[in-house]
Each structure stands twice: as C-alpha cells, then as structure tokens.
C-alpha cells in the first residue's frame, strides 16, 4: 500500500475544458532512476501511467470505477461495486463449503487443517489484520522552490514516510482539484465497504492525505528507519488531453478476475 499512496492522490483532476499532465520520477537515495508516473487528469476522469524498471501499467479513473491495465498482457480489469460484491459472494461461499468440509473431521484434523489454511490465506495477503495508518504533521519546511507543509505517515506506529505538501494551486492552476480529490475519496469509501477480509476497517489513503490539505511535492519511503527511495514532483501542465485514452485500448482483451 504504502509505495502506491503517492499516484494514488495524484488521481485528481482539473477543469472540464482544460486537463492537466502531471510527471513524477522516483529514485533510490543514491539518484538511480527507479520509475516515472504520468497522471492525466480533467474533470471527471484520470489516468496514471506507471513505467518502471521491473514493469508498466496503468490505472484509468472514472467516477464510479477503476479500470486497471496490464500492457503485457494486452489486457484490463475493471474493479467497481459490483466486481468486489462478486468477490465477496464468491469468498463467503468457498468459506461455507470449507466449514462443511472441516465439520466432517475429527477434532484434531479439523484444528490441523484449519491452521493449514489460515497460512494460505496470509500467505495470499487474505490476512484478517488490518495496519493502523496515521498522518502527523511536523511543521513548515521547504523543497526546492516550494514552501511546504512536512508530514511523517506511520504504519502501527512505524515511520514510513515522509511528506512536503503544497497547496493544490501551486500545481494546478485551475484550482479544480479539491472536488476531484473527494470524488475520488468516496469511491474508495464504497470499495473498500465491499472487500472481504476486513477492506473496510482500513483507512481510505485518499481521506488520510485530505489531512494534509496539500499535494505532496515530495515523498520519502522508509524502511527500518532509513530513507529508500523518495517520489517527487517533475511538471506539470495544463493542456488539453486526447479523450481517447480515458478507456482501454480496442485491441485490449477484459479479464475476468474469477475465471478458473
């Protein structure tokens, strides 16, 4: 979660007439180029474009889903309500037929194979525990030209990174993005109320840097209390933006996420 939260709040928007192209680059503390993120954003609909040494894809926002692309394998998947409704439906009954299973079993089988399959599901990342994310503010600092409010972000209370935050006129001149930025918060809400596995106790990344009132400038990711890597900010323009992109390519073929 914590490597995505940076392009995750740079899917935001500007005026319905004029879109906005935002570049970010991120890099290991010695300089090493390890990505770049392009978020095209206008009113109602973003996209994120992510290049990065290992792979590439892309996210395309619209206001009541996300269509995530996989240009390797020329394909796309849509997530909104009604595909996390089918997750659930789809876990709750493999739950139940499990608990059929189990119920035919001795005692000390049952205790076995229930904690067999309670590491599978970890291991899958269906891990019932849910980090507790917080942002804190540590005051005023400054980044290149920018003048910025500094925040750390914990995870159970371990730092792992840290923020300059400008307010959202200095990177969009339209002053557009606030209404963007919630719009996008709610639908998050929405998702995260349909996950199984606890999605809904977690906290909405996109209301956590709605604490920070600002558009980060510059992220740095830590581990063990170093810094990694840091995100930070390249351009950003205002230009008009072919409408085109805003969908999947024709010759992309629609995954089914529970085809067997």
Not at 7 to 34: H, W, Y
Not at 113 to 133: A, E, F, I, N, Y
Request: hydrophobic share 40%.
């Amino acid at each position: 979660m914590k490597k995505t939260l940076l392009p995750l709040l740079c899917l935001v928007s500007t005026q319905a007439f004029a879109g906005n192209v935002i570049e970010t680059l991120t890099r290991d503390m010695s300089g090493k180029e390890l990505g770049r993120t392009v978020f095209s954003t206008e009113s109602d609909r973003s996209r994120m474009d992510q290049t990065g040494v290992d792979d590439s894809f892309s996210i395309i926002f619209l206001d009541d889903k996300f269509l995530m692309l996989d240009h390797a394998e020329r394909s796309y998947m849509v997530m909104d309500e009604a595909m996390l409704e089918s997750m659930g439906a789809q876990v709750s009954e493999a739950m139940k037929e499990m608990e059929a299973q189990l119920a035919s079993l001795p005692p000390e089988q049952r205790e076995m194979v229930r904690q067999m399959m309670s590491g599978k599901m970890g291991d899958m990342g269906m891990t019932r525990h849910v980090p507790v994310l917080e942002i804190r503010k540590l005051g005023s600092g400054s980044w290149q030209s920018y003048d910025c409010t500094l925040a750390e972000m914990l995870e159970d209370g371990v730092k792992i990174q840290e923020i300059c935050a400008v307010d959202f006129d200095e990177v969009d001149g339209s002053g557009d993005v606030r209404d963007a930025f919630m719009r996008m918060a709610s639908l998050l809400s929405k998702l995260y109320e349909e996950m199984p596995f606890g999605g809904a106790d977690a906290r909405n990344p996109m209301e956590m840097f709605g604490e920070l009132d600002g558009f980060p400038v510059r992220a740095v990711e830590f581990e063990n209390g170093k810094p990694v890597n840091e995100t930070v900010l390249e351009s950003s323009t205002e230009q008009a933006i072919d409408p085109d992109i805003f969908g999947p390519p024709s010759d992309y073929a629609r995954m089914d996420p529970f085809a067997r």
